[in-house]
């Protein structure tokens, strides 16, 4: 096994707009800047890739008064490929999904409390 083999291998790369909730897109923005060496947009993709591994599909209460925000993110092919399939099984908008995976990534953190 190589040093290196714990990232993903290099795949394409598909522009997708998502509506993200304003809080989520700021906790990640957060983590983004203090906490690790990694771009949102790979952030994004670990919070798709623990979704689609756990298949944790819990719709979270969301605030009255949440503002969404129109993002584009870089997301993985396989990773999207996964996406469309749970949107077929649990009959999910693609946009909640990807809320739903940052909402849970952000749990597991200890950022945000259920």
């Known amino acids: 096994m190589s040093i290196f083999s714990k990232f993903p291998p290099k795949e394409k790369l598909i522009s997708r ?68 399939k749970l949107k077929t099984e649990y009959n999910i908008s693609l946009t909640k999904l990807v809320n739903i995976a940052i909402y849970d990534a952000l749990i597991d953190e200890g950022i945000l409390k259920k």
């Open 17 to 84: 707009t998502y509506e993200i909730d304003l809080t989520l897109y700021e906790k990640l923005e957060h983590l983004s800047t203090t906490t690790y060496d990694v771009s949102i947009n790979k952030l994004v993709n670990t919070c798709l890739e623990h979704l689609l591994s756990t298949k944790n599909i819990a719709l979270y209460k969301r605030n009255r008064n949440e503002i969404s925000v129109f993002r584009t993110f870089l997301i993985r092919q396989s990773l999207l490929e996964g996406l469309y």
